[in-house]
């Protein structure tokens, strides 16, 4: 039984390292997808201006011959116009900053990824940017893990907010954190991505509030999930309200 019909056609693949465009490329096409790879970002806005078919864009956030902003500005007066196409940008840890992530998602890009990845990490989030958005109270977790996560300056457009959220949602309806392996299943079943792609989610966002103060090192997706379990539990213990424990 084949899977479900996807929506996009291509992959385009704009990176100026030769060996990390073949190494991506290779791994993309081991999950047959169609690959067209660019180190150029004029080559690749000619070839889009020129598509019919629906595609998604791969772009390192360096742009070789142009800055990034006027790539972005380029990439939507040539794109914008095809609903189902999609631009993922890779970066960095440390650019572009995270003040300006917000401002590039508003300038054109769909999502942005951080280095390194996997091509199937890639696929998984290529098979999100498609999937109808889901709001939290359908997702089963409670608006105020939500916004307690926000708080923390975790981004809500990025894929693994909501690994996450819902891991802490878990937590809370089992008054203690699932065991790992567990909780790699399940945020897997409920996502529909593989346990690898739950845990490089979670590390991200253990990364991601590092940098942002919340832990002074880079914790393990156990020490993450349990920190953030407790640390809401204690914001909220209060309240006395059952309605966290959102059962599913």
Not at 218 to 238: C, G, W, Y
Request: glycine letters at 6%; hydrophobic letters at 40%.
């Amino acid at each position: 039984m084949g899977g479900p019909t996807r929506k996009w056609e291509k992959i385009l693949i704009l990176e100026s390292s030769a060996v990390l465009q073949r190494r991506l490329a290779a791994g993309l096409e081991q999950l047959d997808q169609t690959c067209v790879c660019f180190q150029r970002a004029t080559a690749l806005l000619r070839y889009i201006s020129m598509e019919l078919s629906p595609t998604v864009v791969v772009a390192d956030c360096f742009v070789p011959d142009m800055d990034l902003f006027s790539f972005l500005k380029r990439y939507t007066e040539q794109a914008g116009t095809h609903t189902e196409n999609r631009l993922i940008l890779t970066c960095t840890e440390t650019y572009p900053p995270p003040e300006l992530r917000a401002q590039i998602l508003s300038n054109g890009a769909d999502y942005y990824m951080i280095k390194p990845y996997t091509a199937q990490m890639l696929l998984e989030s290529i098979q999100h940017l498609y999937s109808p958005a889901v709001p939290a109270r359908m997702a089963g977790v409670h608006p105020d893990i939500v916004d307690y996560l926000r708080k923390l300056g975790l981004p809500l457009e990025h894929i693994s907010f909501w690994y996450i959220a819902s891991a802490v949602q878990l937590g809370v309806n089992a008054n203690s954190p699932l065991p790992l392996k567990s909780l790699y299943i399940e945020l897997g079943r409920i996502y529909g991505v593989s346990p690898q792609g739950v845990e490089s989610g979670l590390r991200r966002m253990g990364k991601t509030l590092t940098r942002l103060g919340v832990f002074s090192e880079a914790p393990s997706s156990k020490q993450l999930v349990a920190t953030l379990v407790s640390a809401f539990l204690r914001e909220r213990s209060e309240s006395r309200d059952d309605e966290y424990a959102v059962k599913p």
